[in-house]
């Protein structure tokens, strides 16, 4: 069974196999998250995303979609780049933020992970609202979870830069 739980912390210190970074689809690093990551894990990091653009991502890595790297000078192991949507009260792109949790756990669970730790996926400049963000995310990773196999994943950590953002996630892990 897997243990879902959410702390307060920096994602880029955390210590399991793997750390999905909420990238953009350029995946040549970013603003908050994804800049931290590219930061704190060094140039080999973006070495491999530079490889991924030129061989299978040519257009960028589609919303919604998952793909790891090394980790770099990171605790990890690898980083699961994968790329959330952008919120908009026109369209419903709940399925897209659903998918982006549902592939990073398949990969994680694909590489061996025994450990992975998310951001709160589009909940920052991506604009959507915490409480949903947060209800999406852990919904989704109850469902892999439950449903999938996840080979040695034994444990799913939301790393969450702010007390709002913790908040949202134990609220959703408590529903």
Same mark, same amino acid.
């Given at each position: 069974?897997?243990?879902i739980?959410a702390v307060?912390?920096d994602?880029?210190r955390?210590?399991?196999d793997?750390?999905?970074?909420a990238a953009?689809?350029?995946?040549l690093?970013?603003?908050g ?5 590219h ?5 080999r990091i973006?070495e491999?995303?530079?490889l991924?653009r030129?061989?299978r991502?040519p257009d960028? #890595?589609?919303?919604?979609e998952a793909?790891?790297?090394?980790a770099?000078?990171l605790?990890?192991?690898w980083v699961i780049?994968?790329v ?5 009260r026109d $369209?419903?792109r709940?399925g897209? #933020?659903?998918?982006a ?6 990969l994680a $669970? &694909? ?8 951001p ?9 609202p915490?409480?949903?963000a ?5 919904t989704?990773?109850r469902?892999?979870?439950e449903k999938?196999?996840?080979?040695t #994943? ?5 790393v969450?830069?702010?007390p709002a953002a913790?908040?949202?996630? &134990?609220?959703a892990?408590?529903?």
């Open positions: 069974m897997i243990r739980e307060r912390g994602i880029t955390e210590r399991v793997a750390i999905v970074n953009n689809n350029s995946l690093g970013g603003g998250v994804d800049g931290a990551i930061r704190a894990g060094g140039p973006l491999e995303c530079r991924l030129s061989t991502y960028g #890595l589609p919303t919604g793909v790891a790297t090394t770099g000078r605790q990890a192991r780049h994968t959330g949507p952008v919120y908009t $369209a419903d709940s897209l #933020l659903a998918s949790y549902r592939r990073s756990i398949r $669970a &694909e590489l061996g992970a025994r450990s992975v730790a998310f709160a996926i589009s909940a920052g400049v991506y604009g959507w915490m409480d949903d947060a209800r999406i995310a852990v989704t990773v469902e892999v979870a999938e196999p996840v080979g #994943l034994e444990l799913v950590r939301f969450l830069f702010g913790l908040t949202a996630f &134990e609220e892990l408590a529903g």
